[in-house]
Every structure is written in structure tokens, then in C-alpha cells.
């Protein structure tokens, strides 16, 4: 099962603008890590913030992670139309064999118009 | 640094018909996944190997879906015989290790459209 929900679902800015993305958790966590794709194309990771971060910048991209709350925020400031793309926050998936994959919610569409 | 190869990027077939995926990872990358991503989903993981053993295939429908990494390179998903819920795109991916909070690297994945 699915264990971050990205929220909103769909977002739609004007270049300039701060775009804000949050996602939440059900059970405790390592790490999260946010990662985007554009359509057509595959994911590539921005972002891991671990569970004893409470905010990690990269570029115009800043995170926050509460996990009292069991949730982050993905912040992206002057947003650009290439920022357009889904954006997706995954969680560290405990395996059978004690290994670990990314667990990925459903993602926030981000639209933004020049 | 290359990035995960994958192929054929489109593929339509008919239900019932098989189709195969190829995927070659990152150079020196021991863990490779599969992914599944049905429109407007995240992704769900169907299978990671650790080098050539297989680490979790627990949600692979393994009634119609097999994956193999012989030579704990590169790797192929087979889907024998498809059915129409499986048109997704799917996506190999790779890290240097398989613990957590290693970085997973993505290719531009293969999409499939099963009518």
C-alpha cells in the first residue's frame, strides 16, 4: 500500500510564485525523499531530509519534515514554467528480506503558467 | 555518468499477447527495482534484486509477470499473457546499495498499452 499522500492533489501557479506540496505518513520513518517527474519522462530525486532533520534547503527547493506530525512540505520559491511537472514524496519500505525500497504516494500535479 | 537504459520506451499489444522489458542500471549499481506506475498513480514497487538474488518480489503477480537478473547486470520483465489493467508505464531503477536512504536513480521507463 500507497504510504505518503501527497496533498493537494493538483496545484496551479503563476510563474514567480511559491508553490507549497505536503505529503503524509502513516508509521515512523528513516528518511523521506521528495522526487519529480516530468510527463512522458521518469523520476529523478531532488531531495532527502532524514527523520532527525526538521528542514533541508536545496537551491529554490526547501523541505520540512515534522514527524511528530508524520507529514513534510515540499516548498518550491519562484517557481518557473519548468517547474511544471508531478512531484512526489516516498518513504523507505521495509522488505520481507529485511531490504528496503521507496514507497511512493500519489503525487501533486504542479502546473505553472508563464 | 550514463543513467538507467531502458527499452522499448512504447509498446502496444493485445490482451493475452507477452511483451518483455530490458533494463541495463547504472555501472556498479547492485540493486535494481521494477516499478510499476498506473496513470495518475505513484509508483509500486514489483520487484528489487540485490545483485543477481532476489530481495522482494512479494507484490509481482507472479501468475503472469516474471523478472530475471542473471548475471547481476542487466534485467529483463516479462508479462505472459497480459491482461488490460497492466497498460502503466514500467520503470527500472537502481542504487549503489539497497539500505535505506540510498538515492534511487530512475530511467525514462517503458509504456506499455495493453487493448
Known amino acids: 500500500s500507497q504510504q505518503g499522500e501527497e496533498d493537494p492533489q493538483a496545484l496551479s501557479i503563476q510563474e514567480g510564485e511559491n508553490a507549497t506540496m505536503n505529503c503524509s505518513y502513516k508509521?515512523?520513518?528513516?528518511?523521506l525523499q521528495w522526487y519529480r517527474q516530468n510527463s512522458g519522462r521518469g523520476l529523478v530525486h531532488l531531495i532527502l531530509?532524514?527523520?532527525?532533520?526538521r528542514e533541508k534547503h536545496s537551491g529554490r527547493l526547501r523541505v520540512t519534515l515534522d514527524t511528530s506530525k508524520k507529514s513534510s512540505s515540499l516548498l518550491i520559491t519562484a517557481s518557473r514554467a519548468a517547474d511544471t511537472a508531478s512531484y512526489f514524496c516516498?518513504?523507505?519500505?521495509?522488505?520481507?528480506?529485511?531490504?528496503?525500497?521507496?514507497?511512493f504516494g500519489k503525487g501533486t500535479s504542479l502546473l505553472v503558467t508563464p | 555518468e550514463a543513467g538507467v537504459a531502458q527499452s522499448p520506451r512504447y509498446k502496444i499489444i493485445e490482451k493475452r499477447q507477452s511483451v518483455a522489458f530490458w533494463c541495463n542500471p547504472i555501472?556498479?549499481?547492485?540493486?535494481l527495482y521494477w516499478y510499476q506506475q498506473i496513470l495518475g498513480q505513484g509508483p509500486k514497487l514489483l520487484i528489487q534484486?540485490?545483485?543477481?538474488?532476489?530481495?522482494?518480489d512479494s507484490q509481482l503477480p507472479k501468475d503472469r509477470f516474471s523478472a530475471e537478473r542473471l548475471k547481476g547486470v542487466d534485467s529483463t520483465l516479462k508479462i505472459q499473457p497480459a491482461k488490460l489493467e497492466d497498460s502503466a508505464v514500467y520503470l527500472c531503477?537502481?542504487?549503489?546499495?539497497?539500505?535505506?536512504?540510498?538515492?534511487?536513480?530512475f530511467g525514462e521507463g517503458s509504456w506499455l498499452t495493453v487493448v
Open positions: 534484486f540485490q545483485n543477481n538474488g532476489v530481495v522482494d
Open positions: 508509521t515512523s520513518i528513516n528518511n
Open positions: 531503477a537502481s542504487s549503489l546499495e539497497g539500505g535505506a536512504g540510498n538515492t534511487i536513480y
Open positions: 516516498a518513504t523507505d519500505l521495509l522488505l520481507t528480506n529485511s531490504g528496503y525500497a521507496l514507497n
Open positions: 531530509i532524514r527523520s532527525n532533520e
Open positions: 555501472s556498479g549499481h547492485a540493486t
